[in-house]
């Protein structure tokens, strides 16, 4: 039965239908959405800004994909066909293409139209993009004719190209997904890449990928081509039966972790930043503070089930307190303890903070619970920043000159030192994903899921949801203040500024990408936003996209909430309720064949 | 409320004493500021007053006036705010987190619009019709994304439990931010300068009233009385408030659900871009933040005002606006606070904080659906 | 039969003008099974969010064991023995089958986060405690929730086997009165006929008190020691089945309308 969970093959194929046999008017609905989208995105200035980005030189870079994935995306989605099990399924065909070549086309013409609109007209008071410099980068600088009818050709054919993706084979889908992914990832991570071969002596194989002036070369392409060709053949069935194995091990004892992928983590934490080279280290130091304050946050959200929208002030407690417990230069109190004596304080101020922030709000509703919050960070920093208690904090003016981390005398670590800051991070990382693995499997942890799935009932089923939920609250609260501290040992100053509400969404979206209450889910989301798009005041790896960073932070909130609620890396939970394992019903079903039980058969899905 | 309280016999605990000894120490320090104020009123040099405050000094009446009216002329931009809130609150049952945003838009394209009309000269020679076009421009803008964002971001996700829209309306929020900083370019925008007519006081009574200051209470109130006229006596407004009481019931009656929730956005996005222009009438500049602290704090005055209450919602803004305004002269400076019109943004929240522990459904009560109630 | 265990006291309840429930008075024995019985809308899950702390009565009282439970919280009711199923199952649907029975026994158990952190002696065997009791509760129900479904969401579960979740849920916290609010609602009659046998089996094998609310009459003669019929708030009788199927107030406003009605 577990061949109809797949959708590709669910229903009765019915031959293709007519070509022009179309819903015209939801095609062009949908070409003038891409009209928009493409003259949205151009007025942004992102083909550009982002132009000097190449990806494959002299084919593509950044500003061009920016626009080019738009016909793609919406050309594949217009000819998607929602398939239930049993429905009739219609064979692809010449339909798709007709269609995915119309969005296309009343797309590339609205980008015409804005071509020729940019030459005329001067729009460049209320829109500050409206310039020469975009009109030349949308025409190839061939004049307004060429680059009206080279968008709308090259728009047609993406979206052609966007629906013949249902005419080809899974395998093929898969292994065009593969390609673009892994060129334009290696791409995002050119410098990373350029620093990592440094330390490993590879520059051979990055000058074989990467011309000198940036971006793949051609050649580089088309081995990267060729090597994700290789790996989803290969090794992609290989990894997938592996996966299989570990959730299935999972499922029968879920504490039990995947030991051998664990260790090959921790050799990598302590190898690898040996071989870094500063910029890398450093990037992954951001990476590292805001993966601490997400495992926090997403204990409180992921787990518990509370939005707390002012998480940063947790950050900015720890920060100051280890600013003012260690900085000879604080003002008022001074007592310049070493940074790991500093902790402790910090730890017991968090746990202050997080009792009394979070003893008002707890009974709240969930929705007032988070603008209260919200509220409580901002008074925090409007205090903080104030001539009231700038005798402790310094106001607008911060505490200078914070030391290092001093680790019990052994070692001190310097803030100029990205490396030995990078590991004083990853040992933080290490303690904070060892609290939540333990905590989740605890009866602590349960009694938040319990709330977090039904309040009312967890209280119900004996639980003390005040307390239950004070603990999250206060476990969160001390992650982030550990993040403040080595923040504040890390940069040797710490402003008000640093600790702006923006703080708290953009780890909220972190959590939320990454998929809430999945640990390595909030660590992949930490990589790939703050490590290539960058936080809200560090740099990223593409530092060209620090002006867009934050739209595309809000967009993709929005995007996840509609579409994917699970996340990055799907929730075991919700993708096994999809997907049984074969695994588990080879060993079940047969002992449960002579069960009359309606649903042994598996494969149903109750909605929840 | 009709439910009985469940508070009879039941053991304290640590939280509950908290609570109560923070509810006590709130009103201690505000009943000790305002008296500390009063005294230094009436004698300055008195000893306990500079023993607080050692550069205590009198509040003029001018000085008192002047932080009623800027009060009262911001509480009723924020209560303008604050009935979008209340009233997507109210059939919906979510924070549209991204109605600042809105009026951030009606403020925007007022300033663009106004700029336009300046350039032409239409501003300077006729400046009524030039501010009509201008609300008029921005009242559709914002109204349009305000559906806009209904369409697209909260639609799809009715039904889900209350977090997820507010996750998303939390998304919108910074899309729509972002994209103004992006499109417009970031900072700071001026409105043109206003006619002279509308710097200048004018008096009412005891109150002197700079022109722009009476303009925006003006308009606020005639937009409150229209809404007014809209929920209470139209169809469309007995059809808003069936959606708000039971949404299942409405459509059985033959209401048009998803149409009135349409309309409940429209004219909370009207009413935005309204509030919009007065902020450009008011500060005269507009950027692309304008829109997050005075969406948070009008989100606070209809919690303040009570959630789902119309009247509340504008008593709320008022009460917020004079507090913010009132407070740090009133209470904290008499406390020997420094600098106090720093924390002028703090007093909004705590003031939010301050009703929801003592008065969780506001000071005019709420009004909300059956299944919100809970 | 003569200990009371749970005794309620001219139970009143109103919302907003609505009687909900008026002036209920009886009582329940250990090691009883007690129905109540009565049209929809007739206040009987009122009566049960009574005990269970979480509506607030307007008069009357609720006393176990000789303490009132009034001004409880939820929490507290269930950690002084009395714990519930609900009418609309509601279970914690993305925690695993196991995870469900486990965390019921929070009440009864008491390892903190440091114990968790450190994984002492102590957290390890309370752990082991804890799921050895889930384990113990769902084998209760057969082969249905052991097995490779212990660590499935609780989502994946068919409408029968949810209800029988939520009693093992009921069961794990360790009551002494278990209050199941239709149990048998939506069951085929196979299901039904099993599950009654069960209930009787929670009293004879493990020693818990029952009160029950029902629609289907075959399971109320089956199992119930006594029977309390409500309408509209009001008591309309009370009794054994007998006594009370054949009093002509019942009849009319309950027997009289088809048995199918569930809510
Ligand atoms: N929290 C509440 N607020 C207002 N009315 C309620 C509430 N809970 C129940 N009621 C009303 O009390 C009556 C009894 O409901 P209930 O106890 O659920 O009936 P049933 O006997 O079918 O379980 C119904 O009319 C219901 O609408
Ligand atoms: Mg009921």
Known sequence: MSETMNTDEAGVLAPARGAFDQDWRKLVNWGLICALALIFVSLTDMPDKLDKRVIVEPLLSMGYLSLIWIPVALGNFVTREVVLEGMTQHKKGLRELVAGVSVGAIGGAGLALLIWLLDTRDLSDPLVNWNDALLEVLSFGEGVGYGAIFWILASAGLGLAGGAFHLLSAIANRLLLAIALTIVLTASLESALDDISEGFQLEWLFEALFEKKGGLSVQGAIILAVFAIAWVLVLGGQAKRGRAAVTARRELSPTKVNTVGLVLIAVAAVVLPMFLGRLTNDLFTNVGLFLLLALGLNIVVGLAGILDLGYVAFFAVGGYTAAIMTSPSSPGLSPELPWWVAIFVVVFMAIVAGLFIGAPVIRMRGDYLAIVTLGFGEIIRLTVRSDWASGFTGGAQGILSIPGADIVGVATVKGTDPQQVLYLVIGFVAIAIYVSWRLENSRIGRAWMAVREDESVAEAMGINTVNSKLQAFVVGAILASFSGAIFAAKVGSVFESSFKILVSIVILVIVIVGGMGRIAGVAAGALVLVGILGGPNQPGLLAEFSEFKLLIYGALLIWMMLKRPEGLIPNVRRSRELHQDEFLQDAWLKAQANDDDDEAASGEVAPA | ?374 | MSERLLDIQNLSVTFGGLNALSDLDFHVDAGEIVSVIGPNGAGKTTFFNMISGMVTPTSGDIVFKGESLLGLDPNQVTARGIARTFQNVRLFANMTILENVMVSQHCRTKQGIMGALFQTGGFKREEQEIREHGEKVLGFFGSRLVGFRLNQPASVLSYANRRRLEIARAMATKPEVILLDEPVAGMNPKESEELTGLIGKLRDEWGFTIVMIEHDMGVVRDVSDRVVVLDHGETIAQGSYDEVSSDPAVIEAYLGRPAEEAS
């Open chain 2, 1 to 374: 409320m009709t439910t009985a309280m469940r508070s009879k016999a039941r053991p304290r605990t640590g939280v509950d004493w908290f609570l109560t000894f923070l509810r006590v120490l709130l009103t201690g320090l505000v009943l000790f500021g305002l008296l500390a104020f009063l005294w230094q009123q009436i004698d300055p040099d008195n000893p306990l007053a500079s023993a607080i405050n050692p550069d205590a000094n009198r509040l003029s009446w001018d000085a008192f006036q002047g932080l009623v009216i800027s009060g009262l002329s911001q509480g009723a931009m924020y209560g303008l705010i604050a009935l979008g809130y209340s009233m997507v609150y109210g059939v919906l049952g979510f924070i549209n987190f991204a109605h600042g945003e809105v009026f951030m838009v009606g403020a925007m394209t007022g300033m663009i619009t106004s700029n336009k009309l300046f350039e032409a000269g239409v501003w300077e020679d006729n400046f009524l019709l030039a501010i009509l076009i201008a609300v008029l421009v921005s009242v559709i803008c914002s109204t349009v994304t305000a559906v806009v964002t209904e369409r697209i971001a909260y639609r799809p996700l009715r039904g889900s439990p209350r977090l997820i829209p507010l996750i998303t309306s939390i998304g919108v929020s910074f899309f729509i931010q972002n994209t103004s900083a992006v499109l417009l370019g970031p900072g700071a925008k001026s409105y043109p300068r206003l006619p002279d007519w509308l710097r200048d006081d004018i008096g009412i009574g005891p109150f002197d009233i700079e022109g722009k200051k009476l303009l925006v209470l003006v308009v606020a109130g005639v937009s409150m009385g229209a809404l007014w006229y809209l929920v209470e006596r139209t169809k469309t407004g007995k059809a808003m408030r069936a959606v708000a009481e039971d949404k299942e019931i409405a459509s059985l009656m033959g209401i048009d659900v998803d149409r009135t929730i349409v309309t409940t956005f429209a004219v909370g996005g009207a009413m935005a871009g309204v509030a919009g222009i007065l902020w450009g009438i008011l500060f005269g500049s507009v950027t692309e933040f304008t829109g997050f602290l005075p969406g948070i704090k009008a989100f606070s005055a209809a919690v303040v005002g009570g959630i789902g209450n119309l009247g509340g919602a504008m008593a709320g803004g008022l009460t917020l606006g004079s507090s913010e305004s009132l407070a740090p002269q009133l209470v904290l400076e008499p406390l020997g606070v420094t600098g106090h019109t720093q924390l002028k943004d703090a007093v909004a929240f705590l003031v939010l904080i301050f009703v929801l522990l003592v008065k969780p459904t506001g000071l005019f009560g709420e009004r909300l659906s059956a299944e919100d109630r809970a």
